[in-house]
């Protein structure tokens, strides 16, 4: 795994109390373009938490945007979220 995905997921790990937690690098969907070149990653990030409680879904992506801020700056040009509570994936 690429190091900065782990980097990234230490991070997810560290601040939240996650029950599912996947990364998918998305970077071959995306060869050709500039950020893609300049090395920038397109991740799909799933994660299941009961940290999201009573947070609308907009409330969840800020809460990931803060704590990834640091990769949103200079090395995140695509994020895909998927963020769900334990209650939630069991009533899908």
Known sequence: MNSRIEIIEQTLRQE???????????????KGHK???????????????DDFLDSSPIQRHQIIYSLLAEFLK???HALSLELKT???LESD
């Open 16 to 30: 939240l109390n996650i029950h599912e937690l996947l990364i998918e690098d998305e970077g071959h969907l995306h």
């Open 35 to 49: 950020a893609a070149n300049e090395g920038k990653m397109h991740l799909r990030i799933s994660i299941v938490s």
């Open 74 to 76: 200079d090395e995140l």
């Open 86 to 88: 334990i209650e939630e």
